[in-house]
C-alpha cells in the first residue's frame, strides 16, 4: 500500500480508521461511479464488484467482474457503459440480482453473467412533415436536392428537431446524396435517444432483496420507471433538461422520491403521484454529485462547494471544499446506521461529510474517479475507489472505528496568534523625539523661514525663466510654439530630435532660427544651425541634427536649444537639453 | 433493426460493405452527451476536449451539445471571441433554444458589447419569457450602461421569477449608488433570509447599519460574519472599529491581527491598529503604525489627522503641524483639522495663525462645543475678554442644543469650561450645573500652560499620564491673566471603516493658511 505518507495528525488518524486491503495502480479500470455495482451474483453470500469499464479512447468496453482482488470475468461491451446496476427481476429462488448496463439507448440485462435481455428506448415522435417528405423520396417523387431543400425549410421552423438521418443527409455533397437516399428510404424513419443515467427503485418492499425497478433519465429530457419483469414503461415523466444524475428511494406501489440533477444547474425533486417536478433546486453552478442522505439532499457543485438541501427544496448549510470535487458517493454503514457522503476530490483526497462535519479524509495515490461503499465479499463495509489513472484500490472501514462529529467551530484562526509586526522604537527616535518637544517652536520658525525662503527663489526663477524666454513654451502671444527635444543613441554620436510645433489657432510661423548653446569642448554639434521652415499650425516639426561627445571620461552636460526670431536677440523659447553619458568611446 | 449494431461505422466504406445484407445505422447525435458534459462538470477539461473532438469528428460538427461545451471551455480559457463563434453557431444549429442565445450574449457582455448583450438578451428572453438568468443579466448589462432605473426593474423581475442572492445583492448596490440605504437594506435582509451564512451580505448590512448608527444591530451582524467566516477582512475591520469605540482595544487588535496576517498591506487597517494602541497609549507603536499606513496610502487625510493627533499627545508640535497641515491642504471641510492645527499652532508660538485656524474651525463647525472652548481659552490667554465671551457664549449656544439629544459631555471639559466662566465672570450660567448624566470618557481636554512648569519628558507612560491627568488649569489662571491656558483636546480618533462613505467632505470655503 503506497499511500502518501505524511505525518500529519488527520492523515494518521484516517488510517487508523481504514485498513488497506488492496492496490493496483495498473487494474486498467476507467470507469465512473455510476458504473460500478456490488452484488451477490451467485447468492453465495460472497459479494462481487461488477464493473462498467469505459476502455480508452472508443474502444475495449468491457463489463468487468471482481471477486475479491482478482478479476473473474470480463464480457465485451458495444459501446460506453453509461452505468450499471445490480437488481433482483424476479422473486425467483436462488435470489440471484441481475445486471443492468445502460449504454446508448439500450439497457443491455444479464443473469448469470450472460446476456439475457435487451431493451430498446421507445423512438421519440418523427416531424410530420419530415415523415412526409421521405414518404415522396422513398416513391422517388422528388430528387435529393428538393429533399434537400425542404428539409432545411423544416429544421428552421419546425417544433420537434430533424431525425438523424435528415440532419446527415443535409450535411452531404450533392454528389453523395442520391446514394444515401437509396440506401435509407426504405427504412422505417425513427428518432431515437440515448440513456445518460439509471438508477434502481424497489418495487413494493423494502427489503434488502425485493425485486427492484430502473428508474432511467435520457437525452430527451424524459425520466422512464420500467417494470422488472415485463419491461414496459410504468411511469414517463418530462423534464424541462437532460438528467445527469439520479438519486431514487422508496417504493414503487407506496411512496418514493427521485432526485433528479439535470444539465441546467437544476435539481428536481419527483414524487410518486406527480407528473411534474414537485419542487426545484436552482443552483448557480453545476452538480457534480449527488446523494440523498436520509431526509436530506447533499448536492456538490463545480463550485467546489457542497450543499445540503432538505427534501423540499430548502438549503440547509453549504461548505467550500479544497479542491474540486470528481464524484460522490454515499457511506452507509448498516451496522451502527451511519449515513455520511463520501467526496472524492481533485487534489487526491477522500473528504467524509456527516452534514456540514467532516469526519475523515482519506489521502489517494491518485485522483479518485469511481466511488463505491457497500457490502464487497464477506466484509460489509468496503470501499472501492478507482483512480482517474486506471487504479483500483479496496479499503475496508475498521469496525472499531469511530465517527465523531469534530466541532464546528474551527477556533482562532491561525492569524490570531500572529505577533503584530511593529517595530522598536530606537534610540535615534527617542533622541530626535526629545529634541523636537524641547526646540518645537524654533523648528517650527526655520522650518517656515526656509519655506518663505524657498518660496521666493522659486518664484523669481520662475519669473526670470518668463522673462528670457527660457522656457520651452513660448510665452508671448505673437509666436505661440512649443518645442521637445528627444536625444537617441549611446554615444559617443547622438541624435537630436527636436519637435517643434506651432500652437496658434491659424497663424503660420514665419522666418524663426535655431541655434545652440553648449561647452565646445565636450560636445560638436553639426549642423548647430537652422533656419526653421514655415510652421503651419498644428503639425509637428521634427528637426533633426548629429551630437558627438568629444570626451572620454563619462562626463555629461545641458545643450541649449534657442528659437529665435529673425532679427532678434532674445529668444522665443529655450529648452534645456540633459545630454546622457556617452556610454561608447569618443572617437579618436 | 435490434441487432447490436449501433456502432460507429465510417460512411462511405460501411455503406458499400453492409448493403446486400442490412442498412447500417446512423449514429444517434447526441450519445456522447452525458461523457462531455460529465467531463465538463469535473473541470477535466482535456477529457472533455478529447471526446468533444470525437464526436465533432464523427457527427461532421453538427452535434450542438459539443459545439456548446466547446464554447464554455474556450470562454474559460479566456478565448472569448472564438467561443462567442461557436455560440453563434450553435444558435444556428438549434434557433429555438434560449440557452445558445444567452451564452451569445455572455460572451458579447464579457466582450464589454454591453448593448449588443442587452440586444440578444432580449431575443432570448422572448424565447423563455420567465427565465430568471436573463433578467438578472439585462439588469447587470443596464447597470454597465449606466441606466439604473432599467436595470432595477429587471433585477426585480430576477427576484419575482426566482429568489437568489446575485441579483438581491446587485440590486441592493445599485440602490446604494442611488442613496437608496432603507430600501438596500431591505433587500439585503431578504436575500439574507435565503442564506443565512452569505458573509459578504451579513457584512454589507453590518456595514449599512454602522452607516445609519444602528450600532447594536450592526454589530450583530458583524458578529455573525465573524462565526462563519473568522478572516473576514471587512468585518473584521468594521467589527473592530466598534470596539475600538468602545474602548475594547485588546479585543479590537487581537482581530486585527488576523486581518493583518492575510491582508498586511491594508491602510485602513494600519491606521486601525495605530489607533487601538493610542489608546492603549502606546503612542511609539501607534505612530509606526500610523506611518505604515500612511505609506500604503499617503492621500488619505484620516490617517494624517490621526498623525496629528498623536504626535500633539506626544507634544512633538511642529511635526503635529506639518501632518495636519498635509490632512488640511488633502480635506478642507473638518472642523477638527483646524482645531487640532490651532492648538499644534498655538504651542508653536504662531498665536495669529492659531487664531485665524480657529476661527476657521468654528465657521465650519455647528455642533462641537469644544472648538469655541478652546478658541475662547486661547482669545482669553491673550486678554482679548471680548472675544472668549463672544466664543462662550457661542459654546452655550451648543451646549444647549446638544443637550436636547442627550449627548454626554465630558467631565474635562465641564470642568474646563465652569472655570472659564468663571474667569470671565458668566460662571453662574446654569448650562453646565445641569449637567447631571455620567459623561463618557471619550473627549479629555488636557490644558497645560507653557508659562506653567513643562512636564517633565520622560517615558511615553509618564507622557501619557500627563496629559490625561489635565494638568493644565492651574488654580492661578483665574487669577492672573498673564498666564496663558489652552485646552489641548484628544479628539476622538478616526477608525476607519472600509469603504466608509459617510466621511466625505461637506463643501467648505477654501481656506488660505496664514502661516505658509
Same mark, same amino acid.
Given at each position: 500500500m503506497s499511500s502518501s505518507s505524511d505525518s500529519s495528525s488527520r492523515e494518521g488518524e484516517s488510517r487508523s480508521k481504514w485498513l488497506d486491503a488492496h492496490y493496483d495502480p495498473v487494474a486498467g479500470l476507467n470507469t465512473l461511479s455510476s458504473c460500478i455495482a456490488l452484488a451477490d451474483l451467485h447468492g453465495d453470500g460472497d459479494f462481487k464488484m461488477v464493473v462498467g469499464d469505459m476502455g480508452h479512447g472508443p474502444y475495449n468496453m468491457k463489463l468487468k467482474v471482481y471477486k475479491g482482488t482478482?478479476?473473474?470475468?470480463?464480457?465485451?461491451?458495444?459501446?460506453?457503459?453509461?452505468?450499471?446496476?445490480?437488481?433482483?427481476?424476479?422473486?425467483?429462488?436462488?435470489?440471484?440480482?441481475?445486471?443492468?448496463?445502460?449504454?446508448?439507448?439500450?439497457?443491455?440485462?444479464?443473469?448469470?453473467?450472460?446476456?439475457?435481455?435487451?431493451?430498446?428506448?421507445?423512438?421519440?415522435?418523427?416531424?410530420?412533415?419530415?415523415?412526409?417528405?421521405?414518404?415522396?423520396?422513398?416513391?422517388?417523387?422528388?430528387?435529393?436536392?428538393?429533399?434537400?431543400?425542404?428539409?432545411?425549410?423544416?429544421?428552421?421552423?419546425?417544433?420537434?428537431?430533424?431525425?438523424?438521418?435528415?440532419?446527415?443527409?443535409?450535411m452531404l455533397e450533392l454528389q453523395e446524396m442520391e446514394a444515401f437516399v437509396n440506401t435509407y428510404k426504405q427504412q422505417p424513419l425513427k428518432r431515437q435517444t440515448v440513456i445518460t443515467c439509471m438508477g434502481t427503485l424497489k418495487k413494493n418492499m423494502a427489503d434488502e432483496d425485493a425485486v427492484c425497478c430502473l428508474v432511467i433519465g435520457t437525452e430527451s429530457g424524459e425520466l422512464f420507471i420500467l417494470d422488472p419483469e415485463a419491461f414496459t414503461i410504468l411511469t414517463r415523466v418530462s423534464l424541462s433538461s437532460v438528467p445527469t444524475l439520479l438519486d431514487v428511494t422508496g417504493q414503487y406501489d407506496i411512496e418514493y422520491r427521485i432526485t433528479v440533477a439535470c444539465r441546467n444547474g437544476n435539481v428536481y425533486i419527483l414524487r410518486r403521484d406527480s407528473k411534474r417536478p414537485k419542487y426545484c433546486i436552482e443552483l448557480s453552478a453545476q452538480v457534480v454529485g449527488l446523494v440523498r442522505v436520509q431526509k436530506n439532499i447533499m448536492?456538490?457543485?463545480?463550485?467546489?462547494?457542497?450543499?445540503?438541501?432538505?427534501?423540499?427544496?430548502?438549503?440547509?448549510?453549504?461548505?467550500?471544499?479544497?479542491?474540486?470535487?470528481?464524484?460522490?458517493?454515499?457511506?452507509?454503514?448498516?451496522?451502527?446506521?451511519?449515513?455520511?457522503?463520501?467526496?472524492?476530490?481533485?487534489?487526491?483526497?477522500?473528504?467524509?461529510?456527516?452534514?456540514?462535519?467532516?469526519?475523515?479524509?482519506?489521502?489517494?495515490?491518485?485522483?479518485?474517479?469511481?466511488?463505491?461503499?457497500?457490502?464487497?465479499?464477506?466484509?460489509?463495509?468496503?470501499?472501492?475507489?478507482?483512480?482517474?489513472?486506471?487504479?483500483?484500490?479496496?479499503?475496508?472501514?475498521?469496525?472499531?472505528?469511530?465517527?465523531?462529529?469534530?466541532?464546528?467551530?474551527?477556533?482562532?484562526?491561525?492569524?490570531?496568534?500572529?505577533?503584530?509586526?511593529?517595530?522598536?522604537?530606537?534610540?535615534?527616535?527617542?533622541?530626535?523625539?526629545?529634541?523636537?518637544?524641547?526646540?518645537?517652536?524654533?523648528?517650527?520658525?526655520?522650518?517656515?523661514?526656509?519655506?518663505?525662503?524657498?518660496?521666493?527663489?522659486?518664484?523669481?526663477?520662475?519669473?526670470?525663466?518668463?522673462?528670457?524666454?527660457?522656457?520651452?513654451?513660448?510665452?508671448?502671444?505673437?509666436?505661440?510654439?512649443?518645442?521637445?527635444?528627444?536625444?537617441?543613441?549611446?554615444?559617443?554620436?547622438?541624435?537630436?530630435?527636436?519637435?517643434?510645433?506651432?500652437?496658434?489657432?491659424?497663424?503660420?510661423?514665419?522666418?524663426?532660427?535655431?541655434?545652440?548653446?553648449?561647452?565646445?569642448?565636450?560636445?560638436?554639434?553639426?549642423?548647430?544651425?537652422?533656419?526653421v521652415p514655415l510652421l503651419v499650425p498644428g503639425l509637428n516639426y521634427p528637426i533633426e541634427t548629429f551630437v558627438e561627445c568629444c570626451s572620454d571620461k563619462g562626463i555629461s552636460d545641458i545643450i541649449k536649444v534657442f528659437v529665435l526670431r529673425e532679427g532678434k536677440s532674445t529668444p522665443l523659447l529655450t529648452a534645456h537639453i540633459n545630454m546622457p553619458v556617452s556610454e561608447g568611446l569618443a572617437a579618436a | 433493426m435490434a441487432e447490436e449494431q449501433q456502432e460507429v461505422v465510417p460512411q462511405e466504406s460501411g455503406l458499400r460493405k453492409s448493403r446486400v445484407q442490412k442498412v447500417p445505422?446512423?449514429?444517434?447525435?447526441?450519445?456522447?452527451?452525458?461523457?462531455?458534459?460529465?467531463?465538463?462538470?469535473?473541470?477535466?477539461?482535456?477529457?472533455?476536449?478529447?471526446?468533444?473532438?470525437?464526436?465533432?469528428?464523427?457527427?461532421?460538427?453538427?452535434?450542438?451539445?459539443?459545439?456548446?461545451?466547446?464554447?464554455?471551455?474556450?470562454r474559460l480559457e479566456g478565448k472569448i471571441q472564438e467561443s462567442l463563434e461557436l455560440f453563434q453557431t450553435c444558435a444556428v444549429l438549434n434557433p429555438t433554444s434560449s440557452d445558445n442565445l444567452k451564452q451569445v450574449a455572455r460572451s458579447l457582455f464579457l466582450l464589454g458589447k454591453h448593448k449588443a448583450a442587452v440586444e440578444v438578451y432580449n431575443e432570448a428572453a422572448r424565447l423563455n419569457q420567465k427565465d430568471w438568468e436573463i433578467c438578472h443579466n439585462l439588469g447587470v448589462c443596464y447597470l454597465f450602461l449606466k441606466d439604473l432605473s432599467k436595470s432595477k426593474e429587471q433585477l426585480t423581475l430576477a427576484l419575482q421569477l426566482h429568489r437568489q442572492d446575485l441579483s438581491a445583492i446587485t440590486l441592493g448596490k445599485i440602490q446604494l449608488?442611488?442613496?437608496?440605504?432603507?430600501?438596500?437594506?431591505?433587500?439585503?435582509?431578504?436575500?439574507?433570509?435565503?442564506?443565512?451564512?452569505?458573509?459578504?451580505l451579513l457584512t454589507t448590512l453590518g456595514l449599512l447599519y454602522l452607516q445609519n448608527g444602528l450600532f447594536q444591530k450592526a454589530f450583530e451582524y458583524l458578529g455573525n460574519a465573524l462565526t462563519y467566516d473568522p478572516s473576514n477582512y471587512k468585518g473584521i475591520l468594521a467589527a473592530g472599529c466598534m470596539m475600538q469605540s468602545h474602548g475594547?482595544?485588546?479585543?479590537?487588535?487581537?482581530?486585527?491581527?488576523?486581518?493583518?496576517?492575510?491582508?498586511?498591506?491594508?491602510?485602513?487597517?494600519?491606521?486601525?491598529?495605530?489607533?487601538?494602541?493610542?489608546?492603549?497609549?502606546?503612542?511609539?507603536?501607534?505612530?509606526?503604525?500610523?506611518?505604515?499606513?500612511?505609506?500604503?496610502?499617503?492621500?488619505?487625510?484620516?490617517?494624517?489627522?490621526?498623525?496629528?493627533?498623536?504626535?500633539?499627545?506626544?507634544?512633538?508640535?511642529?511635526?503635529?503641524?506639518?501632518?495636519?497641515?498635509? +490632512?488640511? *491642504? =488633502?480635506?478642507?471641510?473638518?472642523?477638527?483639522?483646524?482645531?487640532?492645527? #490651532? @492648538?499644534? &499652532?498655538?504651542?508653536?508660538? %504662531?498665536?495669529?495663525?492659531?487664531?485665524?485656524?480657529?476661527?476657521? +474651525?468654528? *465657521? =465650519?463647525?455647528?455642533?462641537?462645543?469644544?472648538?469655541?472652548?478652546?478658541? #475662547? @481659552?486661547? &482669545?482669553?490667554?491673550?486678554? %482679548?475678554?471680548?472675544?472668549?465671551?463672544?466664543?462662550?457664549?457661542?459654546?452655550?449656544?451648543?451646549?444647549?442644543?446638544?443637550?436636547?439629544?442627550?449627548?454626554?459631555?465630558?467631565?474635562?471639559?465641564?470642568?474646563m469650561a465652569q472655570k472659564l466662566g468663571a474667569a470671565l465672570q458668566v460662571g453662574e450660567s446654569l448650562v453646565w450645573t445641569r449637567q447631571t448624566k455620567d459623561p463618557k470618557g471619550k473627549q479629555r481636554g488636557a490644558g497645560k500652560g507653557p508659562g506653567a512648569e513643562q512636564a517633565p519628558l520622560g517615558s511615553n507612560q509618564a507622557l501619557g499620564r500627563a496629559m490625561s491627568s489635565a494638568a493644565g488649569y492651574s488654580k492661578a489662571s483665574g487669577l492672573s491673566s498673564g498666564i496663558t491656558i489652552s485646552t489641548v483636546s484628544k479628539h476622538p480618533s478616526l477608525p476607519l471603516e472600509p469603504e466608509d462613505p459617510s466621511l466625505t467632505s461637506s463643501t467648505a470655503p477654501d481656506y488660505r493658511r496664514g502661516h505658509s
Open positions: 482478482a478479476r473473474m470475468s470480463e464480457n465485451a461491451l458495444l459501446d460506453l457503459p453509461t452505468g450499471v446496476a445490480a437488481f433482483l427481476m424476479d422473486q425467483n429462488e436462488p435470489r440471484t440480482p441481475a445486471i443492468a448496463v445502460a449504454s446508448g439507448p439500450f439497457i443491455y440485462v444479464y443473469k448469470n453473467l450472460r446476456p439475457y435481455f435487451k431493451f430498446t428506448l421507445p423512438a421519440m415522435e418523427v416531424n410530420a412533415l419530415e415523415k412526409e417528405v421521405w414518404d415522396q423520396a422513398k416513391e422517388d417523387k422528388i430528387d435529393p436536392v428538393t429533399l434537400k431543400e425542404m428539409l432545411e425549410s423544416i429544421r428552421d421552423k419546425a417544433e420537434i428537431p430533424l431525425s438523424v438521418r435528415s440532419l446527415r443527409f443535409l448536492i456538490g457543485t463545480s463550485h467546489e462547494t457542497l450543499h445540503g438541501y432538505s427534501q423540499k427544496g430548502k438549503r440547509l448549510w453549504t461548505v467550500t471544499l479544497p479542491a474540486s470535487i470528481m464524484t460522490m458517493s454515499l457511506l452507509e454503514q448498516k451496522s451502527r446506521g451511519i449515513q455520511a457522503v463520501l467526496v472524492g476530490l481533485k487534489n487526491m483526497e477522500v473528504h467524509l461529510y456527516r452534514d456540514k462535519n467532516l469526519l475523515s479524509v482519506i489521502n489517494t495515490p491518485d485522483i479518485v474517479t469511481g466511488l463505491c461503499f457497500g457490502r464487497y465479499g464477506r466484509e460489509d463495509d468496503t470501499l472501492i475507489m478507482t483512480t482517474q489513472g486506471g487504479g483500483l484500490l479496496i479499503k475496508i472501514l475498521k469496525r472499531t472505528a469511530q465517527f465523531e462529529d469534530k466541532d464546528t467551530a474551527p477556533g482562532p484562526p491561525t492569524g490570531q496568534s500572529i505577533k503584530l509586526n511593529v517595530p522598536k522604537k530606537t534610540k535615534l527616535y527617542v533622541d530626535q523625539t526629545l529634541r523636537e518637544r524641547e526646540n518645537a517652536v524654533a523648528m517650527h520658525r526655520v522650518f517656515q523661514m526656509d519655506l518663505y525662503r524657498l518660496r521666493l527663489s522659486a518664484a523669481r526663477a520662475y519669473v526670470k525663466a518668463l522673462d528670457a524666454s527660457l522656457a520651452p513654451v513660448s510665452s508671448t502671444m505673437q509666436e505661440p510654439l512649443t518645442l521637445n527635444a528627444a536625444v537617441q543613441g549611446i554615444g559617443p554620436q547622438f541624435k537630436l530630435i527636436l519637435n517643434l510645433q506651432n500652437t496658434s489657432v491659424n497663424r503660420p510661423s514665419m522666418q524663426l532660427l535655431i541655434s545652440f548653446l553648449y561647452d565646445e569642448k565636450l560636445y560638436k554639434i553639426k549642423p548647430a544651425f537652422f533656419k | 445505422e446512423l449514429p444517434i447525435l447526441e450519445r456522447r452527451n452525458w461523457l462531455i458534459h460529465l467531463h465538463y462538470v469535473r473541470k477535466d477539461y482535456e477529457s472533455c476536449k478529447a471526446v468533444i473532438k470525437e464526436q465533432l469528428q464523427a457527427t461532421q460538427g453538427v452535434c450542438e451539445y459539443a459545439v456548446y461545451v466547446q464554447a464554455l471551455i474556450l449608488q442611488e442613496g437608496d440605504i432603507d430600501g438596500a437594506i431591505q433587500t439585503f435582509t431578504q436575500a439574507l433570509q435565503l442564506s443565512p451564512e452569505n458573509t459578504e475594547d482595544y485588546d479585543v479590537a487588535l487581537s482581530k486585527y491581527r488576523v486581518a493583518a496576517s492575510s491582508v498586511p498591506e491594508s491602510s485602513p487597517l494600519w491606521n486601525n491598529i495605530g489607533m487601538c494602541f493610542y489608546g492603549k497609549k502606546k503612542y511609539v507603536a501607534a505612530i509606526s503604525c500610523l506611518k505604515r499606513a500612511l505609506y500604503l496610502s499617503p492621500f488619505d487625510w484620516r490617517v494624517l489627522y490621526n498623525l496629528g493627533l498623536v504626535h500633539l499627545s506626544m507634544q512633538q508640535y511642529a511635526s503635529a503641524f506639518h501632518f495636519l497641515s498635509a +490632512a488640511i *491642504s =488633502l480635506h478642507h471641510g473638518n472642523a477638527g483639522l483646524y482645531m487640532l492645527l #490651532a @492648538v499644534a &499652532l498655538t504651542y508653536l508660538d %504662531d498665536i495669529e495663525n492659531a487664531k485665524s485656524s480657529y476661527q476657521q +474651525a468654528a *465657521s =465650519l463647525d455647528q455642533t462641537d462645543p469644544l472648538v469655541n472652548l478652546n478658541f #475662547a @481659552v486661547l &482669545l482669553y490667554n491673550q486678554g %482679548d475678554k471680548k472675544g472668549a465671551l463672544g466664543q462662550y457664549q457661542e459654546l452655550e449656544r451648543k451646549v444647549s442644543a446638544l443637550r436636547e439629544t442627550s449627548t454626554e459631555f465630558d467631565p474635562e471639559m465641564v470642568d
